[in-house]
């Protein structure tokens, strides 16, 4: 099997072996430098495993030709090939069967990238028999869960000389149980979010990370160093809805590709929360590489992408964020093919409000000059400012209230409001499950935002006391469609709106 962004398609391996000519070993229908490695590879461990490599022409295709194969993914196939080829040995059965493997020197197997979403893509190509690296059985395990042994079985493989026993009617390996790897792994536990007890006050900022996590706001926060800005980003993961099985194997398959699952671990259960350094390649946020691979907008999909001290990121690295953000997914284009990474994250964004950070610290002084404090706000575009539907500031707790906190509410709680504020919209969009309140059209906004008459005259007064733009006003109503579905409300009311306003841009 080759990868294809999350996917995987069949690749047939086949062996010539003629002996009239000189000895020579040729690969076709791999890049250069793969097919140069794999046959060192190849041809070493063959020797070590016990057996010989053919004194004779042998030429090895991979088919078909145009899909850009990654070297080491099929050592194996193209072990067996040759050896069965050599040994005119070939299979009489119909059986289909998958070879998936590095190779090492000494003939043993070195688990394969992205094995979770390939096993996946050969039980759905019909294959019957799947032989993979041992390392790899626990996404293995996962991908073959409530698979029938009538339709599909795999083999964990330590070495090639394992399996080449196994095939010529040994029979000696056995077939992985889906269910035994469940109960020895473990679903990820929640390690990295901070609950929203531990945060104490900031009751406005906390409001506004519920109503973005109920209605999928992207949020930008802007306060001194200091302030709890990274620290409520953190804790947003926790607020947000349990993720769907199909969710977490989407998720799972994504960090399978990127070679990111940690060991033990079977499937990913708490919601991604990727925070890429400002000094990250255009690459690393997007996805991309020859062999494409996803980035951390795709790494943050169905979680947060929290970015820190955003007018530090290079202006190209935000611009590129617009597509993602728009369509919940990342195109990569080969001369080959164009694939497909899903992208479908909350940006969570922080700043400090000027270069030295203390602009609106009221104990501090600021050292910025007026037209240094403007310069570093337009560094974020505006069309990126715009896809951002609440502006909050969050000023310095005082360190005595930190000292005696008073017992603020569990990020549990706050998650039961938000799932319920979820199902809600998702009641009213009934076009599937990707719809959220931050991504209503603009066609159908009049639809889905009705107001009552005094919140109508309200946003009108608005409109004109505050000069709102056209876009402000979009956002304003998708914000307080959200706050109404919080509130359990079918028509937007004034009070809605009146909260809606306060997390409108300042800068705009
Ligand atoms: N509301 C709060 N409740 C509890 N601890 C807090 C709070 N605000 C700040 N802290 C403490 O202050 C530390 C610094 O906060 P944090 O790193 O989140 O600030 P920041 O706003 O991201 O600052 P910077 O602009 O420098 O990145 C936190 O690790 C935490 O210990
Ligand atoms: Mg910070
Ligand atoms: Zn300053």
Do not use: W
């Not at 016990?50 to 193209?78: C, S």
């Not at 998702?426 to 906004?445: K, M, P, V, W, Y």
């Amino acid at each position: 099997m080759a990868l294809l962004g999350l996917d995987a398609v069949p690749v047939e391996v086949e062996a010539d072996i003629s002996r009239a000519t000189l000895p020579n070993f040729k690969l076709v229908g791999l890049p250069d430098t793969s097919v140069r490695e794999a046959k060192e590879r190849v041809r070493a461990a063959i020797a070590n495993s016990g057996l010989t490599f053919p004194q004779a022409r042998v030429t090895v295709n991979l088919a078909p030709a145009d899909i850009k194969k990654e070297g080491p993914m099929h050592d194996l196939a193209i072990a067996l090939s040759i050896v069965s080829a050599a040994s005119k040995s070939a299979a009489g059965d119909n059986v289909r069967r998958v070879f998936l493997g590095e190779l090492a020197l000494t003939g043993e197997l070195r688990p394969v990238t992205g094995a979770l979403p390939t096993v996946l893509s050969a039980l759905k190509a019909g294959f019957s028999e799947i032989y993979f690296p041992t390392d790899n059985s626990i996404e293995v395990g996962l991908a073959m869960e409530g698979v029938d042994s009538k339709r599909c079985i795999a083999f964990p493989v330590r070495s090639l000389a394992e399996i080449m026993l196994h095939l010529s009617g040994d029979g000696c390996l056995q077939p992985l149980d889906p269910a035994a790897v469940a109960q020895t792994t473990q679903l990820r536990p929640n390690d990295q979010s901070i609950d929203f007890a531990f945060v104490s006050g900031q009751a406005q900022a906390k409001r506004a990370l519920e109503i973005a996590a109920a209605g999928g706001h992207n949020i930008l926060m802007s306060g001194p160093p200091g302030s709890g800005k990274t620290m409520l980003a953190r804790s947003m993961p926790s607020i947000l809805p349990d993720m769907t099985r199909e969710e977490m194997l989407e998720t799972t398959k994504i960090r399978s590709v990127s070679n990111q699952l940690e060991s033990g671990v079977r499937l990913l259960a708490e919601r991604p929360f990727r925070s890429p350094h400002h000094t990250a390649s255009g690459a690393a946020l997007i996805g991309g590489g020859s062999y494409p691979r996803p980035g951390e907008v795709s790494l943050a999909h169905r979680g947060v992408l929290f970015l820190d001290e955003l007018p530090e990121f290079p202006r190209s690295a935000l611009e590129a964020l617009r597509q993602p953000l728009e369509d919940g997914f990342v195109t990569v284009s080969r001369s080959q093919c164009t694939l497909r990474f899903p992208a479908r994250f909350m940006l969570v964004a922080a700043m400090n409000p000027c270069p030295c950070g203390y602009a609106t610290d009221p104990f501090h002084d600021c050292s910025c000059s007026p037209s240094l404090i403007a310069r570093y706000g337009r560094r974020i575009s505006g069309p990126l400012l715009d896809r951002i539907d609440l502006h909050i500031e969050v000023p310095r707790v005082d360190s005595r209230d930190l000292l005696n906190a008073i017992n603020a509410e569990p990020s549990s709680v706050v998650r039961s409001r938000v799932t319920l504020a979820r199902e809600k919209a998702r009641r009213r969009f009934a076009d599937g499950q990707n719809c959220s309140n931050a991504t209503i059209r603009h066609q159908t906004l009049r639809q889905h935002c009705q107001l009552d008459a005094e919140a109508k005259k309200f946003l009108e007064e608005a409109v004109d006391r505050l000069k709102l733009s056209a876009r402000s006003v979009t956002r304003t109503l998708r914000v307080s469609r959200t706050v109404a579905d919080l509130s359990d409300c079918e028509k937007i009311g004034r009070e809605h709106l009146a909260e809606a306003l306060q997390f409108r841009s300042r800068t705009k």
